[in-house]
Each structure stands twice: as structure tokens, then as C-alpha cells.
């Protein structure tokens, strides 16, 4: 079975600042993988996805993740976040096999200071 | 146009009581799912139906039911409600056969059982 380690419930940065929020998983077999953000009393919507190819995915509004199988790792980046970044973003892991649930982490709440 | 919609947006009701959350999406999609957010915001997935059939039926009281009338809709039957089961509920959307697997979210139903 797969799971997915969100290291850090919660992650606080200045405006303009530099971030990454952390992600690891662990599968006995191939995944795929997904970066989505939760703004306030909303739906999950997706940031980006690995599915194959370049280990490095580029996302919307100017995230990105890069896909370290060796490390097991897929840590979401933004050279510079705004207030508007404000969420709840999570880790999501499902396997290559047909009706695969996906496997979200328990999330990590990024807060931006002005 | 709303991609994934449900109703209602908020539910309060009492314990024991009996209710329904309907999800539609218009997107054409092939397989529908059912996820409970705790307090806590860990995300875990219920049901999931692909062209009307269950595919994924997590350890669910079976106190629940998802009926699927048709591949755009999903609905979600709760019988003797409890207070546990007081959490956001969000429907969402794929489409499988094309190997896209990324999932569209509905806004949730906040339910609070009293």
C-alpha cells in the first residue's frame, strides 16, 4: 500500500519570500503524483502532477515540484509567494493500476506574513 | 459554468435524522468520488463509481450510501446521523479512460450534526 508524509503542518513566510513544503511517499510500486491547494471554504483544486517524463512540473500560479524517486520525494517550490498563496496545499499519491484511489497527505497550511 | 457542484453548501441537522448530498459535474467525466475532510483537514476518500458502478467502498458505516444515477451524478445518503460524522464532504470527478487521473473538486457541504 502507498502512503503519503506531509513533514510540515505548517509552514509560515514572509511575502515575496522563497518556499518549499515538503513531500515524501512511499509505494512498492510506480505512482503518479499531485500538488493540490485548498483556499479558504473552497475545493481542492490541482497545482501540478507528475506523471512521467521530466521530474521537474511546472504548475499554475508559478509553483513547481520536482520528482526525486531516489529520495522518494515530490517537494512543491515558489521562488516567491504572495498573500494570495494563502492555502492549504496537499501531497497526493496513486499508483499506475486501473481504479487506484488517490492517497492524500494530511496537508500543510501555508500562511504569508506581509 | 461550474465544473463539479453540490447541494447544499451547508447542511445542520440533528442526530438521528437522515440526509442527502447531491454532486454533478458536467465535464463528461467517467468516475465520481465521495471524500470526507475532518476537522483536522485530512482528506479520505468513501466511494468511488466509475460509469455508475462502485468501484472503491473504503471501511464506510453502512450507515451511508452513494446512489449513481447516471455517470453525471453522484448522491450521498446518510441515515441516523451521529455527531461524527459532522465534516466537509466534497464530491469529485475523473476521467479514468483517457489515463488524465487528475481529479476535480467539488466546493464541499459542511455538514454539522447536533
Known amino acids: 500500500a502507498q502512503s503519503v508524509t506531509q513533514l510540515d503542518s505548517q509552514v509560515p513566510v514572509f511575502e515575496e519570500a522563497p518556499v518549499e513544503l515538503r513531500c515524501n511517499y512511499s509505494s512498492s510500486v510506480s505512482v503518479y503524483l499531485f500538488w493540490y491547494v485548498q483556499y479558504p471554504n473552497q475545493g481542492l483544486q490541482l497545482l501540478l502532477k507528475?506523471?512521467?517524463?521530466?521530474?521537474l512540473v511546472k504548475g499554475i500560479n508559478g509553483f513547481e515540484a520536482e520528482f526525486n524517486k531516489s529520495q522518494t520525494s515530490f517537494h512543491l517550490r515558489k521562488p516567491s509567494v504572495h498573500i494570495s498563496d494563502t492555502a492549504e496545499y496537499f501531497c497526493a499519491v496513486r499508483t499506475y493500476s486501473s481504479a487506484s484511489k488517490i492517497i492524500f497527505g494530511s496537508g500543510t497550511r501555508l500562511s504569508i506574513r506581509p | 459554468d461550474t465544473a463539479v457542484s453540490q447541494t447544499p453548501k451547508y447542511l445542520v441537522t440533528q442526530m438521528g435524522n437522515d440526509k442527502s448530498i447531491k454532486c454533478e459535474q458536467n465535464l463528461g467525466h467517467d468516475t465520481m468520488y465521495w471524500y470526507k475532510q475532518d476537522s483536522k483537514k485530512f482528506l479520505k476518500i468513501m466511494f468511488s463509481y466509475n460509469n455508475k458502478e462502485l468501484i472503491i467502498n473504503e471501511t464506510v458505516p453502512n450507515r451511508f450510501s452513494p446512489k449513481s444515477p447516471d455517470k453525471a451524478h453522484l448522491n450521498l445518503h446518510i441515515n441516523s446521523l451521529e455527531l461524527g460524522d459532522s465534516a466537509v464532504y466534497f464530491c469529485?470527478?475523473?476521467?479514468?479512460?483517457?489515463?488524465?487521473?487528475?481529479?476535480?473538486f467539488g466546493p464541499g457541504t459542511r455538514l454539522t450534526v447536533t
Open positions: 507528475y506523471l512521467s517524463g521530466s521530474t
Open positions: 469529485a470527478s475523473s476521467q479514468e479512460s483517457s489515463g488524465v487521473y487528475e481529479q476535480y
